[in-house]
């Protein structure tokens, strides 16, 4: 299947501290391809793989399931850390919940995590309602480039395939429980604002963690697709300097 221009994976080597992007559902790369180009130019290795199903049609991302992304995350987190002695993860919104599967299942290769809109609760209206609709309809209007500034698209599907939602409670189910075995430092950035998600995924997140190295910040002028937003700007400079922060740290402990 034709990957959409723009969708693409991106890369960028030749660095020794890492960073790995995830983005979310129904999105692809190009969400955050300009985060990761600012990373690229600071002297940072990036890897920002397309996951399966997204970037094409809404019909493939019906056929694939949460382990599908997670493997294709944890293969890109592979590349990194055969180069890279420091690698942080970041994410937006359900690519949130990935990232932080990887600090669960593989804490010594994830310095940090840097967490736009994560998404890892499922209490969005009408959930209660998803075992049944997926039966009766394929998909759902589409909630994608939920963005405030004007001009600005995201590059998501239109609609909502409902078998892969349904795969993302499942993922939710697996990850939320064991989020206490979280100890990497976090930077979390949330919009005020943000018509996707509701911002009990966020507290669900800061109250479960068991990192003591944690900080909120709360984005006054953007939606969802922060990355891409007015606020972008802001991201971007938090982010390098968390990353560059970990990065002396692992420096001195080697």
Request: with cysteine.
């Given at each position: 299947m034709p990957v959409l221009p723009g969708a693409e994976s991106w890369s960028h080597d030749g660095a020794p501290t890492g960073v790995l992007l995830c983005h979310g559902f129904t999105g692809n790369p190009q969400s955050l391809r300009p985060w990761g180009g600012h990373l690229a130019a600071a002297g940072h290795a990036v890897e920002l793989p397309r996951l399966p199903g997204h970037g094409t049609t809404w019909q493939d991302l019906n056929r694939v399931s949460w382990q599908e992304w997670y493997a294709c995350v944890d293969e890109a987190l592979t590349r990194l850390r055969e180069t890279c002695a420091t690698v942080v993860v970041?994410?937006?919104?359900?690519?949130?919940?990935l990232a932080l599967r990887l600090a669960e299942e593989r804490p010594a290769d994830v310095a940090g995590l840097v967490l736009v809109n994560p998404w890892v609760r499922f209490d969005q209206r009408g959930a209660r309602f998803l075992p049944v609709a997926r039966r009766l309809t394929p998909s759902l209007a589409g909630v994608g480039s939920d963005i405030k500034k004007p001009g600005v698209v995201e590059l998501a599907y239109g609609r909502v395939p409902l078998h892969a939602l349904a795969s993302v409670t499942q993922?939710?189910?697996?990850?939320?429980?064991r989020l206490g075995s979280v100890t990497q430092p976090l930077l979390l950035l949330r919009s005020a604002v943000d018509h996707v998600?509701?911002?009990?995924?966020?507290?669900?997140?800061?109250?479960?963690?068991?990192?003591?190295?944690?900080?909120?910040?709360?984005?006054?002028?953007s939606y969802h697709v922060a990355t891409l937003d007015n606020d972008?700007?802001?991201?971007?400079?938090?982010?390098?300097?968390?990353?560059?922060?970990?990065?002396?740290?692992?420096g001195e402990r080697r």
């Amino acid at each position: 299947m034709p990957v959409l221009p723009g969708a693409e994976s991106w890369s960028h080597d030749g660095a020794p501290t890492g960073v790995l992007l995830c983005h979310g559902f129904t999105g692809n790369p190009q969400s955050l391809r300009p985060w990761g180009g600012h990373l690229a130019a600071a002297g940072h290795a990036v890897e920002l793989p397309r996951l399966p199903g997204h970037g094409t049609t809404w019909q493939d991302l019906n056929r694939v399931s949460w382990q599908e992304w997670y493997a294709c995350v944890d293969e890109a987190l592979t590349r990194l850390r055969e180069t890279c002695a420091t690698v942080v993860v970041g994410a937006l919104s359900m690519g949130g919940c990935l990232a932080l599967r990887l600090a669960e299942e593989r804490p010594a290769d994830v310095a940090g995590l840097v967490l736009v809109n994560p998404w890892v609760r499922f209490d969005q209206r009408g959930a209660r309602f998803l075992p049944v609709a997926r039966r009766l309809t394929p998909s759902l209007a589409g909630v994608g480039s939920d963005i405030k500034k004007p001009g600005v698209v995201e590059l998501a599907y239109g609609r909502v395939p409902l078998h892969a939602l349904a795969s993302v409670t499942q993922m939710f189910a697996d990850v939320v429980p064991r989020l206490g075995s979280v100890t990497q430092p976090l930077l979390l950035l949330r919009s005020a604002v943000d018509h996707v998600v509701r911002p009990s995924s966020s507290r669900l997140v800061l109250e479960s963690v068991s990192s003591t190295d944690v900080t909120e910040i709360v984005l006054p002028d953007s939606y969802h697709v922060a990355t891409l937003d007015n606020d972008a700007d802001r991201i971007e400079t938090e982010s390098l300097a968390f990353i560059d922060r970990l990065a002396r740290v692992g420096g001195e402990r080697r």
